[in-house]
């Protein structure tokens, strides 16, 4: 079959063949038993792919995205770079550096914690209301198989109180503890890599842990006045370096919890 | 009347950042049909698609509006489902739940069987012909959509669909999807 005639019949059936190609095809058709075969064929081909095109979107992809806008304090997206603007990076090395043996390329890890003060900005915040069931309560397990080392710890000062958040690691797991006391209402957004899936426990304690939402690469906090959680991440296994973006928008500090690249030992 | 996506774009930049769903309703489809065609797992889809719309609400800012939106939402979503892909597990047949339930067994096994031939096929693919393909059959993009989202001309798209097409017809063929079954 001659490719030009073939790559005219696939335009025809596209809808996107010129006069002479619409032509040539026709010809080809009213006297060519072996064209209209190969026609045949190639019709066949497309219908078999219009056929079986367009699997419905999921039915869950619209609302989780939507609650994770929602849950936006400011709104709307950032309107600058990341890390820039009002923005208050108190971000620096972890106090120890620990020699990271993972067996395999750089990792990173990019935690970032960014707190948002007042009610103004801050989604409705039900204070009083008891998290899900299987978050109340949880104190932290006592990992007796697992050796976590401190990697930093950042104490940030707001009006009315501090925020405390230290990160141990081990050689697979993050566990980032924040402890907030304030007089004030506050939240906080911790934000992840959302493709590595990596969050894999939430541990809050108390009886009254506040409200916690997740979302794909990222968990906020409504705390109470004085409230602790925990949230572990795994990052064994991951190949490659990966970082942060955060979506919180009018946040009035950020501060970055820990880097973790395991090709540079730190 | 329907809005355009920039006039969307700048509604969400304004503050109405619940508008952003309209755009999430127009092109959910595409993109999760993109990520499925390419990453060939129903799970790994829909997180990609998810991810991909929430980078872009990320970084709408940096849209820039001489652009159609589409094609710069599409890149966000192909560079999710390529990162994915590099990072999936092996691949598993796609997914019948979506399957017309008003279908019946003997039909809906028919269905199932072109549909994961066309899967298996596709996958087979280098992804240069996989996307081609994707963007065409399963996004309804004209020739001229493509070349312009791909950046290559519009000779380059044809002539990279006559060629995947010819390829697929040939694996299609050794999976006992024959010309005459079609």
């Not at chain 1, 007042?118 to 309560?137: D, I, K, L, V, Y």
């Not at chain 2, 939402?73 to 590099?86: D, F, H, Q, T, V």
Request: aromatic share 6%; with cysteine.
């Amino acid at each position: 079959m001659d490719e030009q005639l073939e790559a005219a019949m696939n335009e025809v059936l596209d809808g996107t063949a010129s006069e002479e190609q619409s032509h040539r095809v026709q010809m080809a058709l009213a006297g060519d038993t072996g064209a209209r075969q190969r026609f045949e064929e190639i019709k066949q081909l497309h219908d078999l792919l219009n056929r079986t095109h367009r699997f419905p979107a999921p039915t869950d992809i619209r609302p989780a995205i939507l609650r994770t806008i929602e849950a936006r304090p400011g709104g709307r997206p950032r309107t600058r770079p990341f890390g820039s603007g009002p923005w208050i990076s108190i971000s620096r090395r972890p106090a120890v550096g620990m020699a990271w043996s993972f067996a395999t390329g750089a990792l990173a890890v990019l935690v970032g914690l960014a707190l948002v003060r007042g009610s103004t900005t801050a989604p409705e915040r039900p204070t009083n209301q008891p998290g899900p069931s299987h978050f109340a309560g949880t104190m932290v397990r006592n990992d007796g198989e697992i050796s976590f080392r401190p990697l930093s710890e950042e104490r940030l000062d707001i009006p009315g109180g501090a925020v405390v958040a230290r990160v141990l690691g081990s050689e697979r797991v993050l566990r980032v503890e924040i402890s907030v006391s304030t007089v004030t209402e506050s939240s906080l957004s911790l934000t992840y890599p959302a493709s590595e899936r990596a969050l894999t426990r939430i541990i809050p304690e108390g009886s009254t842990p506040g409200r916690i939402d997740m979302a794909v690469g990222r968990v906020d906090w409504y705390p109470p006045q004085a409230g602790r959680i925990t949230l572990e991440f795994n990052v064994g296994g991951l190949e490659e370096p990966f970082g942060l973006e955060t979506l919180v928008e009018g946040a009035t500090r950020r501060v970055t919890l820990a880097t973790w690249n395991a090709a540079k030992g730190r | 009347m329907t809005e355009s996506d920039e006039a969307i774009v700048r509604q969400v930049l304004d503050g109405h950042a619940a508008t952003f769903e309209v755009l999430v309703e127009r092109y959910q489809t595409v993109l999760f049909n993109l990520a499925l065609r390419i990453l060939g797992d129903h799970d790994d889809a829909r997180d990609a698609v998810q991810t991909a719309f929430m980078k872009a609400y990320q970084k709408l800012d940096t849209f820039d509006s001489e652009h159609r939106f589409f094609s710069w939402l599409y890149r966000i979503g192909m560079n999710e489902s390529l990162n994915a892909s590099k990072k999936r597990r092996p691949m598993e047949e796609v997914d019948i739940r979506m399957t017309d339930p008003a279908m019946g067994p003997a039909e809906l096994l028919v269905v199932k069987g072109l549909k994961d031939a066309v899967q298996s096929a596709l996958m087979q693919l280098t992804l240069e012909y996989r996307q081609i393909v994707v963007l065409r059959h399963f996004a309804d993009l004209s020739h001229r959509d493509i070349a312009e989202l791909l950046g290559i001309p519009e000779m380059t798209v044809k002539s990279r669909l006559f060629t995947a097409r010819r390829l697929l017809e040939q694996c299609l063929a050794r999976k006992g999807v024959t010309r005459a079954d079609g």
